[in-house]
T-cell receptor
Framework: DGGITQSPKYLFRKEGQNVTLSCEQN?????MYWYRQDPGQGLRLIYY???????QKGDIAEGYSVSREKKESFPLTVTSAQKNPTAFYLC??????????????????FGAGTRLSVL | DAKTTQPPSMDCAEGRAANLPCNHS???????VYWYRQIHSQGPQYIIH???NNETNEMASLIITEDRKSSTLILPHATLRDTAVYYC????????????FGKGTHLIIQP
C-alpha cells in the first residue's frame, strides 16, 4: 500500500526531554512537510523539504528540528526548547516533478498524525 | 497567499447536497483554490482544486465565480461520513512551500 506512515500514534514527553516523530513515505514524492495542529485550530507549518539534505523553516520552526537524509524519510525532533509541545503533529508529502499540470496541483498527502502530550 | 473566509459551521441533512461557501476576494491571477477536509483526529484529505473553470470529480464539484472572488464546494449527496472540517485554501500553483490552513467550516451531516 502506498502512503505516508507516521509513528508513534501517541507520544508522551517528559520535561526537558527531546522526542522524535517519525514520517516515512513510499509515494516517491520529492517534498515533505511537518504541520502542527492545536485544538480547534487549522494546521500551521513547522518545516518543509524539497530535496534530500535541504529543508526550510515554516511559520513556527522555533523549538523543532528536522533532517532529510533519505527521500522517503523526514523525522521531526521536538526539542526541550519547545515549551508548549502538546499538539497533533501531521506529516505530508507532495510530488514536484512531472508535467506542468501535476506541478500546478500542489496537492499534499497527509499521514494519520502523532498526538504528543507532556507528562 | 490570499486570505480566505469560511463560515465556522454548517448543518446539512443526509442525502441532500451540501454547499460550502468560501470568500477569497484578494485572490491573484495565478492562485488556485484548493479544498481539503479533515475528519476528526485524522490527517487532512485533498478533495478538489480549480483555477477559474468549474471542476468536478468523484468526490465533489467546485464552482468558482466569474470574478474568482468566491467559490462553493458541493457535495452532491451528503452522507454521515462527510461530517468533517472543510478547508478552503488559496495558493499559487506549483512550488513546494506549505499550505495555509484557516479554521475551516465544520460540516455536520444530520441523519
Amino acid at each position: 500500500d502506498g502512503g505516508i506512515t507516521q509513528s508513534p500514534k501517541y507520544l508522551f514527553r517528559k520535561e526537558g526531554q527531546n522526542v522524535t516523530l517519525s514520517c516515512e513515505q513510499n509515494l516517491n514524492h520529492d517534498a515533505m512537510y511537518w504541520y502542527r495542529q492545536d485544538p480547534g485550530q487549522g494546521l500551521r507549518l513547522i518545516y518543509y523539504s524539497q530535496i534530500v539534505n535541504d529543508f526550510q523553516k515554516g511559520d513556527i520552526a522555533e523549538g523543532y528540528s528536522v533532517s532529510r537524509e533519505k527521500k522517503e524519510s523526514f523525522p521531526l525532533t521536538v526539542t526541550s526548547a519547545q515549551k508548549n509541545p502538546t499538539a497533533f503533529y501531521l506529516c505530508a508529502s507532495s510530488p514536484l516533478s512531472g508535467a506542468g499540470y501535476y506541478l500546478a496541483k500542489n496537492i499534499q498527502y497527509f499521514g494519520a498524525g502523532t498526538r504528543l502530550s507532556v507528562l | 497567499d490570499a486570505k480566505t473566509t469560511q463560515p465556522p459551521s454548517m448543518d446539512c441533512a443526509e442525502g441532500r447536497a451540501a454547499n460550502l461557501p468560501c470568500n477569497h476576494s484578494t485572490i491573484s491571477g495565478n492562485e488556485y483554490v484548493y479544498w481539503y477536509r479533515q475528519i476528526h483526529s485524522q490527517g487532512p484529505q485533498y478533495i478538489i482544486h480549480g483555477l477559474k473553470n468549474n471542476e468536478t470529480n468523484e468526490m465533489a464539484s467546485l464552482i468558482i465565480t466569474e470574478d474568482r472572488k468566491s467559490s462553493t464546494l458541493i457535495l452532491p449527496h451528503a452522507t454521515l461520513r462527510d461530517t468533517a472540517v472543510y478547508y478552503c485554501i488559496v495558493k499559487r500553483g506549483g512550488g513546494a512551500d506549505g499550505l495555509t490552513f484557516g479554521k475551516g467550516t465544520h460540516l455536520i451531516i444530520q441523519p
